[in-house]
């Protein structure tokens, strides 16, 4: 099992930037690829960025991609989104999530998400 919880969240200006973490509990962290989704009202949830479990690989959905960092540090089990020049479509409640170590892209755990807000 592992639980994770995301902090980080807030209003912010266009513009601006923000760094989501997620913390998660269990000693298999460093087994899982990472990812962060968001979902927007009115919108389907999108997955916004993945890491692999060493940090080795990234993916960036194209919407995000030169303005979203994704990192993780195994040691204290804990991945981050660092958001710069954000958008006003960029606001949505975002996700962390852990992917299945068996099937790549059936995500098994989820946080409960943060919500980012983007004013104009």
């Known amino acids: 099992q592992v639980q994770l919880v995301e902090s980080g969240g807030g209003l912010v200006q266009a513009g601006g930037s923000l760094r989501l973490s997620c913390a998660a509990s269990?000693?298999?962290?460093?087994?899982?690829?990472m990812g962060w989704f968001r979902r927007a009202p009115g919108k389907e949830r999108e997955l916004v960025a993945r890491?692999?479990?060493?940090?080795?690989?990234?993916y960036y959905a194209d919407s995000v991609k030169g303005r979203f960092t994704i990192s993780r540090d195994n040691a204290k089990n804990t991945m981050f989104l660092q958001m710069n020049s954000l958008k006003p479509e960029d606001t949505a409640v975002y996700y962390c999530?852990?992917?299945?170590?068996?099937?790549?892209?059936?995500?098994?755990?989820w946080g409960q998400g943060t919500q980012v807000t983007v004013s104009s």
């Open positions: 269990g000693r298999t962290f460093n087994s899982y690829a």
């Open positions: 999530a852990a992917d299945s170590p068996a099937i790549i892209g059936m995500w098994d755990y």
């Open positions: 890491i692999n479990w060493s940090a080795s690989i990234t």
